[in-house]
């Protein structure tokens, strides 16, 4: 493991070394001061300029290992972001810091070198800016606060594990910040459309709040102080997140980036975040699992089976209560007609009650039962997985190939296309 910092020799790019520099130190690891000079300047100026680059970068090399860090430094020739990220996969650097864009840059640095990087590098990157909470973390002064933006993504699933990775050298709090569209929240969970962006209704509120915590639970697992802001908004998510993290006063701003280009970046938030927050910033990009970031692989813990009664649907409660571990939750659901009368529906409950294994066969589970009315049976079903934030749905199929697919469709293809939620399903054995 080794830290690069990317530097210009500008007081910002000074307040970035520094804090690199304790960084490195705190994590017991080299760090690797690097300055790339263009090749226009080199054309311009010749030996000159490479000469004075070196006797800066030699004196600021000089002055950081002063404070008992393991630092070398790298001159380059070329285009910044280009030649740095090829000097990460040459070196094998686990994370990359840099200044953070002057507040007279044109744009903030929108289309600069800071962003060029961040498009390119395959490592998490750390945009300096302030930088006090992060150096007295970094000397063992106090915890690092930091906030992780929350989503439903896997580039947030990375960064987690790297807040993860970076609690395991000292104690750091967590925010799980998480912006919601409150429209397409309650669309996605099937519940009734809010009138305005902000009016989310309570039992919206407690959904999301649910399916929060079950994201950040990793964290928790491992130890971590965690705990979640929701907030709608409305717009650009990076503007929301960035104010949330203003007012709860955070070090460091973590978020996953997809590493998006062209238009759109415009709607970036990890892209937005580095030239808009106050606080520094960390952007995560989902090729850092390829760089050697390490995973946790998935858990199940809540299962949801759906059952129509027929021998398929109860091959798939079986399935459900086998695959979920114990101390585990299995929900069991069955989809009535939109017009059921209330006789059906509680007639539905009881059978649903009698598929429920007895204390002496499986007492070791926790069960949830749900009879819902809906002619989509598929959009019932899925909508009930996020509400109850399964981690896996397992789905009883005849089977059907051919023109009875075609014809009478098939519920399990249905909810598997429609949900990103892992799905098994559980067909009968051949006659």
């Known amino acids: 493991m080794t830290i690069a910092c990317a530097t210009n020799f500008s007081d910002d790019a000074r307040r970035a070394c520094d804090t690199a520099a304790l960084l490195a130190r705190r994590l017991e690891v080299p760090l690797c001061l690097v300055h790339v000079l263009t090749g226009n300047l080199v054309r311009t ?11 800066t970068l030699r004196d600021e090399r000089d002055r950081l290992r002063a404070t008992g860090a393991q630092v070398d430094s790298v001159l380059l020739t070329g285009e ?3 030649e740095l990220r090829d000097l990460v996969v040459k070196r094998g650097f686990t994370s990359v810091v840099a ?8 744009f903030r640095g929108l289309g600069g070198t800071v962003d060029r990087m961040a498009q390119l590098l395959g490592v998490p990157f750390l945009v300096v800016r302030g930088g006090d909470g992060l150096e007295a973390w970094a000397r ?30 000292g104690p750091v709090e967590v925010v799980g910040g998480r912006i919601i569209w409150v429209g397409s929240e309650a669309e996605r969970l099937g519940m009734k459309h809010p009138h305005s962006y902000k009016d989310m209704s309570p039992e919206l509120r407690e959904a999301l709040e649910r399916e929060s915590d079950a994201l ?7 130890g971590l102080r965690v705990r979640s802001r929701l907030e709608p908004g409305l717009g650009r998510i990076a503007d929301h997140l960035i104010a949330l993290a203003e007012e709860e006063q955070v070090d460091l701003l973590v978020v996953g980036t997809h590493q998006r280009r062209a238009l759109a970046k415009l709607w970036s938030v990890s892209q937005s975040a580095r030239r808009l927050a106050s606080m520094s910033v960390v952007s995560v990009p989902v090729r850092a699992v390829e760089q050697g970031l390490e995973e946790e692989p998935p858990r199940v813990r809540t299962v949801l089976a759906t059952t129509d009664f027929g021998e398929a649907g109860d091959r798939a409660i079986a399935y459900a209560f086998a695959i979920t571990p114990p101390g585990g939750t299995v929900h069991l659901l069955h989809v009535e007609p939109e017009e059921a009368p209330p006789e059906a529906i509680q007639a539905a409950w009881q059978q649903l009650e009698q598929r429920v294994p007895g204390p002496e066969h499986d007492g070791s589970h926790k069960v949830e039962l749900s009879v819902l009315r809906g002619d989509d049976i598929a959009a019932v ?36 296309a429609r949900s990103d ?11």
């Open 216 to 222: 950040l639970e990793p964290l928790r697992a491992a």
């Open 140 to 169: 063992g002064e106090r915890p690092l606060r930091l906030m992780l933006g929350v989503d439903r993504s896997r580039p947030f699933e990375v960064a987690r594990e790297w807040v993860k990775s970076l609690a395991r050298v």
């Open 381 to 416: 079903i899925t909508q009930a997985a996020e509400r109850h934030c399964v981690d896996l749905v397992c789905l009883g199929t005849h089977g059907r190939t051919g023109v009875s697919r075609l014809v009478m469709g098939s519920v399990a293809q249905q909810v598997m």
């Open 421 to 431: 939620r892992p799905a098994v399903t559980v067909r009968m054995p051949r006659a």
């Open 99 to 106: 200044g953070a864009p002057h507040e007279n840059t044109p």
């Open 45 to 55: 100026f010749g030996d000159a300029i490479c000469e004075t680059a070196e006797a």
């Open 80 to 82: 910044p972001e280009v």
